[in-house]
């Protein structure tokens, strides 16, 4: 299948209008009634190059660390992270990005202008009391982890933001949406946004929705990793060699996203474009839906995000 004029066209036009948009969805006016405004604490960010404080240096962690350096948002040697002292993977990852790591999570804390809680989230009850002095910018990327609690446990007016990366942006194609806390203002969102938008795709959400992200975008790349070693699997039952045939799976999702995000063309139409009448597409759709395809995907969305709800509920008894 050779990809038409028209589509080609709509690919260039969607880049431009994205490059020339700077698209927000909640505003500082809007969000910052008097009192926030007054209690705000106001912070002093250098932008140019930013001095961040990784709390938890795991896979997660390195990844962003890359992707910030990679895009000149900060450099190796103002990045430093707490890693555990077994964890020695993960100290020589930050050791070969030229950024420092230590044991303790007040040094990171002292040193950071923007603080990032990457700790797995039944921990991060643990590492919130060591945050109670701290009057610094903390973006949260704890999945669960909602931002009221967050604020409690900091000075009153610190400013606060909960983003849900997912792991995609280890090669800078994540798809990252954060939501601002009542006293992170336009700045704060500004920051976030730039340094996720440096590992992949980033846009602003009410916290509300926050949870359905995490179970389509945070878990989905599980997901979509099944369907490709299925798809494989597949190939090689029809005699394809097995590396065949996880490069040419896993360059087909690729392929079929970055038609759809490029496009803006709604996916069952790219669908039909590919099942000719008669066909063999038409019969492996037929076979899809005759075994639960969509409603096996709708239905995982919804379980992880129920499942995340319940952690959120956990987490606010405590
Ligand atoms: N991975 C994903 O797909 C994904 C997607 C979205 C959001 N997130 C969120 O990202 C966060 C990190 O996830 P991850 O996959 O990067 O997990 P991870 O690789 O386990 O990273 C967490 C790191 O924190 C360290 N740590 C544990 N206790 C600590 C403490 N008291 N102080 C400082 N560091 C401590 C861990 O060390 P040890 O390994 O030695 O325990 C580990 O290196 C989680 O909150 C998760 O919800 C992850």
Do not use: W
């Amino acid at each position: 299948m050779t990809v038409g004029l028209k589509t080609m066209s709509l690919i260039k036009s969607s880049r431009r209008v994205r490059r020339s948009l700077n698209v927000r969805n909640v505003s500082d006016q809007l969000l910052a009634d008097g009192e926030v405004k007054k209690t705000r604490i106001s912070l002093n960010i250098n932008t140019n190059m930013l001095k961040i404080g990784f709390l938890g240096g795991g896979k997660m962690a390195q990844a962003l660390a890359k992707g910030f350096i990679r895009a000149g948002l900060s450099k190796g040697d103002m990045i430093l992270a707490s890693c555990l002292p077994n964890d020695t993977g993960s100290v020589e990852t930050f050791k070969a990005m030229g950024s420092k790591s230590v044991f303790t999570n007040n040094t990171v804390i002292d040193y950071g202008d923007i603080l990032i809680l990457s700790v797995k989230p039944q921990v991060v009850p643990q590492v919130l009391p060591e945050l109670k002095n701290s009057k610094k910018l903390l973006i949260s990327i704890a999945m669960g982890i909602p931002l009221a609690l967050l604020e409690k446990a900091l000075p009153q007016g610190t400013p606060v933001i909960r983003v849900m990366p997912n792991t995609p942006a280890l090669v800078g194609c994540g798809a990252t949406v954060y939501t601002r806390g009542k006293h992170a203002g336009d700045k704060e969102a500004e920051i976030a946004e730039k340094l996720f938008s440096a590992v992949g795709f980033c846009e602003e959400i009410q916290e509300n929705l926050i949870d359905s992200v995490t179970g389509l975008a945070g878990s989905g790349p599980a997901y979509i990793c099944m369907v490709i070693e299925a798809l494989a699997d597949g190939g090689v039952k029809m005699g394809l060699a097995r590396s065949t045939a996880y490069k040419l799976a896993a360059q087909t999702v690729l392929g079929a996203g970055t038609m759809i995000r490029e496009t803006n063309l709604h996916p069952g139409q790219l669908k039909d474009d590919v099942s000719s009448p008669a066909g063999s597409t038409i019969s492996a759709i037929h076979y899809l839906e005759q075994h639960g395809l969509r409603s096996a995907l709708i239905g995982a969305v919804e379980a992880a995000t129920l499942r995340c709800r319940q952690v959120t509920a956990e987490f606010e008894k405590k």
